[in-house]
């Protein structure tokens, strides 16, 4: 610690309504001089409370507490001492004056009669002011120790909020405005609301009681659904329903794509190259006593028309110049045979996703 300049030299001033003095007390018991208590505990508390080292205040404060340093005078009134410029001062009281000191060595502030001292805000404040942190203030806008500007909120966890923020419960703590409030608080990012829950990744989403990651493949859809174009299979978040993808769930497809068995793989896949004109109709399997049967479907116009035995590559969809009908579907016999002229509903029981390796549903 560099003290340079402290001197025991009598140095008086007069600043903002009190004096300082350099202090210089002493005391004389039996022909013995012993250094003034209040001096010296006054001079080593302002050394300390600076990042004085220990023995460096003890050999300034002896060296400033000797015989011959100063006191307030009378009717001045003794306010404690404080280290300026290198000197220890003593802080002196005009008559008439209070000493407002209540934090010792820090505040030294000297009030007038008709002000009341809050040394916790270095202040003299007029009666039906409180003393806060940040000096004197309206009743109305104190909280706990601090004065709030005006038209803020006050929060019993937070303090004083700032301009624009907003009580949020639990516990009304202060919430910006470009954070949400939860159930947990208040939800401040890069943390995001869902659900009325907050959650501090913001890849995951509030869902079944807990923040899950959600929306991609192989996991369960977000409160929004998938992300990324994808869809539901088997209720997770899929790459479905597109050209030559499996369907999505409820045997679904993309606009335009239908439902086919891949004559390769013997998988179902979504497809537009079949069931069109001069394409392979669309076979599906759906299930009967004793295993399954293939169901065929021709679309836009155009109808079932076999070109030889039982099988999927001899059934084809050729023009309608029958009806009206848009749509052709094989009867019950499991074979490419056209409903035509009848009906051509759909027969029950509905499709299925056959075994790749079995062919069965």
Request: charged share 15%; net charge negative; glycine share 12%.
């Amino acid at each position: 610690m560099n003290m340079a300049g402290f001197t025991a030299e009598s140095s008086i001033h007069s600043a903002s309504g009190h004096y300082h003095m350099s202090v210089r007390t002493f005391g004389r018991v039996d022909g013995v001089i012993y250094l003034a208590q209040d001096c010296f505990g006054d001079c080593m508390a302002d050394c300390l409370s600076q990042g004085g080292f220990d023995y460096e205040c003890r050999q300034m404060c002896r060296n400033a507490c000797g015989p011959g340093h100063q006191v307030c005078s009378s009717p001045e009134m003794d306010c404690g001492t404080e280290v300026q410029g290198g000197f220890l001062n003593r802080v002196c009281c005009p008559s008439g004056t209070n000493c407002c000191n209540e934090t010792y060595f820090t505040t030294h502030l000297c009030c007038p009669p008709d002000k009341i001292c809050c040394a916790l805000g270095h202040s003299c404040c007029v009666p039906g002011e409180q003393c806060t942190t940040e000096g004197c203030c309206q009743p109305n806008r104190v909280c706990g120790n601090h004065c709030c500007e005006s038209g803020v909120f006050c929060s019993p966890i937070d303090s004083c909020c700032n301009s624009g923020d907003s009580l949020c419960p639990p516990g009304n703590g202060c919430c910006p405005h470009d954070a949400i409030c939860t159930v947990e608080g208040c939800c401040r990012p890069p943390a995001h609301a869902t659900n009325e829950h907050c959650c501090q990744d913001p890849e995951t989403q509030w869902i079944a009681g807990e923040c899950r990651q959600c929306g991609k493949v192989g996991q369960i859809p977000c409160g929004n659904g998938c992300k990324d174009g994808l869809r539901l299979n088997n209720g997770l978040c899929a790459v479905c329903g597109d050209e030559g993808q499996i369907p999505c769930d409820g045997m679904t497809c993309k606009s335009n794509l239908n439902l086919n068995i891949d004559m390769l793989s013997n998988k179902l896949i979504c497809t537009a190259s079949c069931g069109h004109f001069h394409q392979y109709a669309c076979r599906t399997i759906y299930p009967v006593s004793g295993g399954v049967q293939s169901r065929y479907r021709c679309f836009n116009h155009s109808m079932l028309f076999a070109t030889g035995p039982a099988d999927p590559s001899n059934c084809l969809c050729v023009p309608n110049a029958i009806n009206d009908r848009e749509n052709d579907v094989s009867d019950n016999s499991g074979f490419c045979i056209s409903t035509f002229p009848g009906q051509g509903d759909i027969p029950e029981p509905p499709d299925c996703e056959p075994d790749p390796e079995t062919g069965s549903c």
